[in-house]
């Protein structure tokens, strides 16, 4: 009887504690389940670039918060909220949203992208947005400059000012490649990571007509389309890229990356086919492979990557005409660019110094013009009947014969200001 009641309860114990047993390896199952999935989904929420930076997505858009960037730097952006643009046609789709415009500052261009914004400014109708990089020593200048413009045309735009930022690996590599800090734009798409489109533009730039003119082309893209560039030359016969180029381009002449129009959600998703791997890859991951292989062969910088990067991506860039990046070359040796001559110049880019010097009357007349033409001011009065007068100077220079080009479009951004500010007026 004893014997029996030891069997007993020796099978009791033996049975409860196999019950237990297979509980705690059930709990230890779904235990090991559940952090497997949260670690991949930790994963999932980052990954790391070709060069071994750590790149997360946060929420905002003053740039990555990750440890391979400068991370205390950007903590310290500054941003400014303003109320709605007036003139903005309540019910029009599409009009809510600003338009984003990129442009990066170093050494002495504060003044020079202070009168870009200007002529951003005074003719677009919908909102902007101002993304601006700069060395430190500038951001001050920039502040108390936007902060100091007439509080109507305040009203019309938001801006954010961002530290100059490369990954630490090479940071003073990309930092000196071509023009100081100009390689800068191809980190945007990371930087600005919760910023759908922008267009980027060089600090040279000076907008004839409304910002919203080529803002548009955006809806002109195709599903593969991700940026928009304007070619480099019109003419083969003094095209540089064709002529001495060491490096991949863009079809025949190579496109100029001065004015960028960028689709940056397409740019983050998109695996780019490149002539370094048979495996294609992320923007974030192309950009250090692509500087090390080329950088002994590349006379333009990030503009000589970007056409290198396009050279074996083409479905992804669509082409805008001329007027749109109008330079000294479309008329230095004669005027080349059709498009203008047909339409007029729309965005005037004064690269090679020419608003500075002496070398291209023409452009400079028009920086001067915007430079000096005081906020909210008669624009036919202050702006474009000084600009024709002085444009006439310029008629012994090959861009000066064709002034009339610079004008035929801003005439009517004038007209357009113009009622906007005080109802109708005569064109003449």
Known sequence: MRRRFRLLLFCTLLAFFSVLYVFSQLASSLETDGGFSEQRASRASSRSDYSGHKVKKVSGNEGPADQGWDESKHSAARQRQQGSAPGEEAGTAGVSEPMHLAVVACGSRLEETLI????????????????????????????????????????????????????????????????????????????????????????????????????????????????????????????????????????????????????????????????????????????????????????????????????????????????????????????????????????LHGNRGVYHNDKQPAFRAIYEAIQQYPFGADPFGALLLPLEDKLRDASHTYCGRVAHLFTKRLRQSVIDLQQRANGPRRSS
């Open 116 to 347: 870009m914004l200007k002529s951003a400014l005074l003719f677009s109708r919908r909102k902007l947005r101002f993304h601006i990089f700069a060395e430190d020593e500038l951001h001050s200048g920039f502040t108390e400059a936007l902060n100091s413009w007439p509080a109507v045309y305040q009203a019309k735009f938001n801006y954010s000012m961002y530290p100059i930022t490369f990954p630490h690996e090479n940071a003073k590599e990309w930092k000196k490649l071509f023009k100081p800090c100009a390689s800068q734009r191809l980190f945007l798409p990371l930087l600005l990571k919760d910023v759908d489109s922008l267009l980027y533009v060089d600090t040279d730039i000076l907008f004839l007509q409304p910002v919203e003119e080529i803002w548009s082309f955006l809806s002109h893209f195709n599903s593969s389309q991700m940026a928009g560039m304007a070619p480099e030359h019109e003419e083969p016969r003094i095209g540089w890229y064709n002529r001495f180029a060491r490096h991949p381009y863009y079809g025949e002449t190579g496109v100029n990356s001065g004015v960028m129009l960028m689709n940056m959600t397409r740019i983050r998703a998109k695996h780019f086919k490149n002539d370094m791997t048979s495996v294609a890859l992320l923007w974030g991951e192309l950009l250090m492979p692509l500087l090390q292989k080329y950088k002994l062969n590349i006379t333009w910088g990030d503009q000589d990557l970007l056409n290198i990067i396009f050279h074996h991506n083409p479905e992804g860039l669509f082409v805008f005409p001329c007027q749109w990046n109008y330079r000294p070359d479309h008329c230095i040796y004669g005027s080349n660019c059709a498009a203008a001559e047909q339409h007029g110049v729309f965005v």
